[in-house]
T-cell receptor, first 113, second 114 residues
Framework: DVKVTQSSRYLVKRTGEKVFLECVQD?????MFWYRQDPGLGLRLIYF???????EKGDIPEGYSVSREKKERFSLILESASTNQTSMYLC????????????FGPGTRLTVT | DQQVKQNSPSLSVQEGRISILNCDYTNSMFDYFLWYKKYPAEGPTFLISISSIKDKNEDGRFTVFLNKSAKHLSLHIVPSQPGDSAVYFC?????????????FGQGTRLTINP
C-alpha cells in the first residue's frame, strides 16, 4: 500500500525560528512535492524535486528552501518562520504512470506565533 | 494567473440527491484532469480522472464529464452520502515536460445534509 508520511501533524513555532518539515515516501518515486493549502487558494506548489539533490522552485518559493539527500525523503525548511507562513503543508510524490496521480501525506498544520 | 478554477467555494446537497461540482480551465494544453477529495486534517486522496481525449469517465457513484469546447469539467456524485462531505479539488496535468506538476483549483467544500 502506498505510503507518504510527514514528521508532524501539528506544529507551533515562534516567529524567527528555523522550521524543518520532513516527508518520507516508500514507493520509490523520483518526483516529490511540497504544497501549502490555504482557504480559498487551493494547493499552491512551493518546491518540487525530480531526483536526489535536484530541486525546482514552484509558484511560491519565497521564504522556503528544500533538501533531498535520499530518494525517499524530501524536507521543507522555513529559514526564519513568519506569521504568514501559518498554513497546512502537504507533501506528495508521484507515479510515472498516467494520469500522474499524486499521493499525499496527511499534512502538517503549522502555526507561527 | 489561475489556470484551473473552481468558482463555487461551497455546495450543500441533500443526502441521496446528486452533487455536481464544477471546474473551469483556461489552458487547452492539459493532458489529464483529476479530482481529489480532502477531509479535514488529512491529505487529499485521488478520486477519479479523465483523459483530455475522453468526454466521460465513470467509477461507481462518481462520474466526471469533460466539455472541451467550453473548457469545463464536472464531477457528479450519485447518490450523495454523508461521507462525501469534504473539500474537492480539481487538478490538471500539463502536456509535456511539466506533466508531473499538477495545477490545482481552489477547492469546493461539499456538505451533504441528512
Amino acid at each position: 500500500d502506498v505510503k507518504v508520511t510527514q514528521s508532524s501533524r501539528y506544529l507551533v513555532k515562534r516567529t524567527g525560528e528555523k522550521v524543518f518539515l520532513e516527508c518520507v515516501q516508500d514507493m520509490d518515486h523520483e518526483n516529490m512535492f511540497w504544497y501549502r493549502q490555504d482557504p480559498g487558494l487551493g494547493l499552491r506548489l512551493i518546491y518540487f524535486s525530480y531526483d536526489v539533490k535536484m530541486k525546482e522552485k514552484g509558484d511560491i518559493p519565497e521564504g522556503y528552501s528544500v533538501s533531498r539527500e535520499k530518494k525517499e525523503r524530501f524536507s521543507l525548511i522555513l529559514e526564519s518562520a513568519s506569521t504568514n507562513q501559518t498554513s497546512m503543508y502537504l507533501c506528495a510524490s508521484i507515479t510515472w504512470a498516467v494520469p500522474y496521480e499524486q499521493y499525499f501525506g496527511p499534512g502538517t498544520r503549522l502555526t507561527v506565533t | 494567473d489561475q489556470q484551473v478554477k473552481q468558482n463555487s467555494p461551497s455546495l450543500s446537497v441533500q443526502e441521496g440527491r446528486i452533487s455536481i461540482l464544477n471546474c473551469d480551465y483556461t489552458n487547452s494544453m492539459f493532458d489529464y484532469f483529476l479530482w481529489y477529495k480532502k477531509y479535514p486534517a488529512e491529505g487529499p486522496t485521488f478520486l477519479i480522472s479523465i483523459s483530455s481525449i475522453k468526454d466521460k469517465n465513470e467509477d461507481g457513484r462518481f462520474t466526471v464529464f469533460l466539455n472541451k469546447s467550453a473548457k469545463h469539467l464536472s464531477l457528479h456524485i450519485v447518490p450523495s452520502q454523508p461521507g462525501d462531505s469534504a473539500v474537492y479539488f480539481c487538478a490538471a496535468t500539463p502536456v509535456g515536460a511539466g506533466a508531473q506538476k499538477l495545477v490545482f483549483g481552489q477547492g469546493t467544500r461539499l456538505t451533504i445534509n441528512p
